[in-house]
């Protein structure tokens, strides 16, 4: 597995931004399907957002256009910028690594074996 440690949460103001790291532990980093999810309260993990080992993006409707995820292997951190902030955005962060091979559906929580302890993200108007 995979130890995960997200940072960068905080309280912002619609319409700003924040950046989301997620630093990894272990040696399969880079050949991880890394994603982020969301929880808000009183509301199921959502998927947000989806990085591939060869950097291919996947995103949520509700994001696109807005965040941004990348990945520096060197450093075995993903990333998620979050640029427009709304409010429905406030919710509880969640880094994911998908470290098994094979077919998944990569938009639910199942599809990952290890996760963060979460980082909150508020957005006030």
């Known amino acids: 597995q995979v130890q995960l440690v997200e940072s960068g949460g905080g309280l912002a103001q619609a319409g700003d931004s924040l950046r989301l790291s997620c630093a990894a532990s272990?040696?399969?980093?880079?050949?991880?399907?890394m994603g982020w999810f969301r929880q808000a309260p009183g509301k199921e993990r959502e998927f947000v957002s989806r990085i591939t080992q060869s950097g291919g993006t996947f995103y949520a409707d509700s994001v696109k256009g807005r965040f941004t995820i990348s990945r520096d292997n060197a450093k075995n951190t993903v990333y998620l910028q979050m640029n427009s902030l709304k409010l429905e955005d406030t919710a509880v962060y969640y880094c994911?690594?998908?470290?098994?091979?094979?077919?998944?559906?990569?938009?639910?929580?199942?599809?990952?074996?290890?996760w963060g302890q979460g980082t909150q993200v508020t957005v006030s108007s």
């Open positions: 272990g040696r399969t980093f880079s050949s991880s399907t």
């Open positions: 994911a690594a998908r470290t098994r091979t094979g077919w998944a559906v990569y938009s639910l929580p199942q599809a990952y074996d290890s």
